[in-house]
């Protein structure tokens, strides 16, 4: 039997090795933050409630919701206290289930902290636009902050598309759908869309700047995640907001 070695110079090509998926473990943090909102919120609803049947006036809602006339009368607050109002059981629902759907996951990737900043980021986004650009007098609710997340939910895995693959693409076409169909029905009487809008420009506004962006570090098969945002642009992201907002809401208080 004859065999047939490589001539010299010659060299055989080995079979390209193959990829192999490997699991990295996630962030496992608890939502604390996105709890204590909740229940805060549905706290502040049972008042709400309570003062209606006890002296016949929605207290609570007097004094926080946004009012255009009260803002320009100099009571500020009113840019941020709408989050924690709401103006019917199914409003409230509606709201705290996408708090807790969306919150919680990006409670985990944002950490305590920066999740509490976007959250009232878009609510302050959202209640600045909906002063400007709202025809009616008074508005509440929390929607505002969850269109910042959902908005803030897209920009994540869009930043982080090469860490997920085909799990980002469907997040973030799930988030357009979401948007899309809820501003659709935002058209509809007594809903405040520019509210919903302004949520979601504060929203991916900070995320864009301040969100995690999440790199793999390691030697197989001890990988972990290390976000490569520091401080600092969480800082400049949440500045930026601000200052963006504020002056835009200052143009329609002066």
Known sequence: MSERFPEQGQMTSAPA?????????????????TYVILGFTVLV?????????????????????????LILEGQW???????????SLTHIFFNMYALLSIGSFLERQFGHGRF????????????????LLTDGYSSVGASTAVFG??????????????LFGG??????????VIIAVNLFIGLSP????????????????FAWFAGPSWKVIGIFPDFHLEDQRDLREVMMGASVTVLVFGVLAAVGLF
Do not use: C
Not at 116 to 131: D, K, R
Not at 167 to 176: F, P, S, T, W
């Open 45 to 69: 609803y049972l008042l709400q409630k309570a003062s209606i049947a006890l002296v016949g006036d929605d207290l609570p809602l007097m004094f926080g919701a946004r009012i255009t006339e």
């Open 17 to 33: 090795p193959q990829p192999q998926s490997v699991r990295i473990a996630m962030p496992s943090l608890a939502p604390v933050a």
């Open 116 to 131: 509490l900043l976007l959250y009232f980021l878009g609510a302050f986004a959202g209640n600045v636009f909906s002063f």
């Open 167 to 176: 799990q980002a693409r469907q997040a973030i076409g799930n988030a357009v």
């Open 190 to 205: 007594g809903i405040d869309n520019w509210g919903h809008v302004g949520g979601l420009l504060g929203g991916a506004m």
């Open 77 to 87: 607050w009113r840019f941020l206290t709408p989050v924690f109002l709401h103006g």
């Open 149 to 162: 997340l959902i908005a803030a939910e897209g920009v994540f895995f869009y930043q982080n598309r090469k």
